[in-house]
């Protein structure tokens, strides 16, 4: 199931202040959450017509593809781990959500900060441990293992970034609720 609304009503999940950094920062993430859906639903088109084309190519005219699977994977995983902030922002990551019909709705926002808190250590070091990645595959001039050599840092990048932007995402989620108690 995926996080909702709390059954109270009060609390919406998404809400963020209306003013200050983090505001500031959740319209942008916003912005370029949008942004990406789009361009991520042009790649997945992309990847299918390169995949479409692969199919054919071989079955028809029988001739050898040595881009197209690297290059619809290298699409997919853009795609994959670029929206990951925007299916955050809309809270629709799949969830536990065997007690939130048991606890009461203020121990559920905990439960649900607490999730967001432990979501954001986790995504903190795969980012930082996909930059890595990313910086030695650009360093070491590493590629993949095909004919066509494509650089390993292009899928490690969007990795990285994906991680970069849900890390983010996954910040205004944490700190929103202390800003909103400021502004009360």
């Keep these: 199931m995926m996080h909702g609304p709390l059954p109270d009503g009060h609390h919406h999940p998404q809400a963020v202040p209306q003013r200050g950094v983090i505001a500031a920062l959740a319209r942008g993430l916003a912005l370029c959450n949008a942004a990406i859906v789009v361009l991520a639903a042009i790649a997945l088109i992309a990847a299918c017509g390169i995949l479409s084309f692969s199919v054919l190519s071989r079955s028809l005219w029988h001739s050898a593809t040595y881009w197209q699977d ?7 995983v853009g795609a994959t781990f670029l929206t990951a902030a925007y299916v955050q922002q809309q809270r629709g990551h799949i969830g536990i959500e065997a007690f939130v019909g048991l606890l009461p709705p203020c ?13 954001l250590a986790f995504c903190g070091f795969f980012a930082w441990k996909s930059w890595t990645l990313t910086h030695e595959a650009y360093v070491d001039g590493q590629v ?6 494509p650089p390993l840092a ?14 983010l995402q996954l910040l205004v989620q ?6 909103r108690k400021q502004h009360r």
Excluded: K, Q
Excluded at 70 to 76: D, G, Q, R, S, T
Excluded at 144 to 149: D, E, G, I, P
């Design 107 to 119: 121990v559920n926002r905990v439960r649900l900060w607490l999730v967001d808190v432990a979501s």
């Design 70 to 76: 690297e290059a619809a994977v290298f699409l997919l």
């Design 154 to 167: 292009i899928p490690y990048a969007l990795m990285a970034a994906g991680m970069t932007l849900l890390c």
């Design 174 to 179: 944490v700190l929103a609720p202390a800003v």
């Design 144 to 149: 993949s293992n095909s004919m066509w050599s």
